[in-house]
């Protein structure tokens, strides 16, 4: 097995804390590359953990299928009949050469994003106002007064009660004609964490998940800390993740890691240069225990599009073949209808919603569900 599992202790001493990087003369400045680079090597070494305990969970069959869906196949005869396969050194070293050639980024309480060689590859405003366009994957808005989000898109958005920190979704990220999105529209696919309150939709929340391109019919990894149009996850440069192709199998994750108080969008498929790619972004943020406890995820499938009034702006349809929540004490199960809440403040649904109601078709139980949000004809 590798040695540098070993180093965990040596990482630990940056602490739990959110990156904060420092202030020149009012303004803010990055953070020491040794410094990020530690952190990242930490992160890194939690995912792997993170990844072994889910196989020790699991029984014989769904272990080997958790193992496929990251490319990953194990000699059953090197196991013995008493031995676990997250137990097993070639299972671990798999997961640590996963997440060796990940890419993976963290960003600071000041908007700067750093690889994982401490190197600031993009920077957002984080102090930015949430607006209600289309290149916000939120979709806050007022064309029906009664639903929230609905004048930015037609979308199935799918809630959970309070109580989740957490959600996985396995699905073959849709190709035309399943998806066709017109020239000013979004397709989106996303995964979200939000702290629900009377304050909604002021709230914390997060968003992850994968945006379609038409030009290039391919999927760009995406994540939204506040709901933010500016995506950290950098794209379109030499060194940075070739997008996702579309017709292949995708697993995207968001969770509230409550033991380091970390926000965690990872993502696992296959880019467009046929290679398998795991890409992990980090984000420190301290929840108080009542904002932990009004945790709710979500599942959407939308299409984005500013000032939205109703009428043709494409369609997209997705076959979810799995759909995972992860409760407050850590345990999972799949999604159901029965843990679906509308989650309705100041007179809005800011939960589950079809909207238009006539666009979006749904077939199957809630965690292997075909959605189709289809707004030709209108």
Do not use: C
């Not at 898109?153 to 990220?173: C, D, E, P």
């Not at 499938?301 to 407050?328: P, Q, W």
């Amino acid at each position: 097995m590798k040695k540098h599992l070993a180093i965990a202790g040596l990482a630990l001493i940056i602490g739990m804390a959110p990156l904060t990087s420092v202030k020149a003369e009012g303004s803010a400045v990055p953070l020491d590359k040794e410094i990020v680079k530690q952190q990242i090597d930490k992160d890194r070494i939690d995912q792997v953990k993170f990844h072994l305990n889910e196989l020790a969970h699991l029984n014989k069959t769904d272990e080997s299928d958790y193992l496929s869906e990251f490319g990953i196949e194990v000699n059953k005869k090197s196991i013995s009949a008493s031995e676990s396969t997250y137990n097993n050194e070639s299972v671990k070293d798999e997961f640590e050469n996963l997440l060796d050639n990940a890419y993976i980024y963290t960003m600071d309480d000041n908007g700067f994003v750093y690889d994982k060689n401490g190197e600031v590859v993009n920077k957002v405003d984080i102090n930015e106002q949430e607006l209600d366009n289309s290149d916000s994957i939120s979709l806050q808005a007022y064309v029906d007064p009664t639903i929230g989000g609905s004048d930015t898109g037609a979308f199935a958005r799918q809630v959970t009660s309070t109580g989740y920190k957490g959600i996985r979704t396995s699905f073959v990220l849709p190709s035309s004609p399943a998806i066709n999105t017109p020239n000013s529209v979004s397709g989106y696919l996303y995964n979200g964490i939000d702290v629900l309150s009377s304050l909604y939709p002021d709230g914390y929340k997060i968003e992850g998940g994968v945006q379609y391109s038409q030009a290039k019919n391919d999927y760009q990894a995406i994540i939204r800390p506040k709901g933010l149009t500016q995506n950290p996850i950098p794209d379109g440069y030499s060194s940075a993740a070739p997008r996702y192709k579309a017709g292949t199998s995708i697993i995207s994750n968001i969770l509230y890691d409550t033991t380091t108080s970390k926000f965690k969008y990872f993502v696992n498929g296959t880019n467009v240069n046929g290679v398998n790619q795991y890409i992990l972004f980090t984000y420190g943020k301290s929840l108080s225990n009542s904002e932990i406890s009004n945790l709710a995820v979500k599942r959407v499938t939308a299409l984005a599009k500013n000032d939205y009034s109703g009428g043709n702006i494409g369609k997209v349809t997705v076959n979810y073949s799995s759909t995972e929540v992860t409760r407050l004490d850590g345990t999972t199960t799949q999604m159901t209808q029965g843990m679906l809440s509308s989650h309705n403040f100041g007179g809005k649904i800011h939960g589950t919603s079809d909207t238009p109601s006539g666009a979006v078709s749904k077939s199957g139980s809630v965690s292997s569900q075909t959605v189709s949000v289809n707004t030709v004809g209108f």
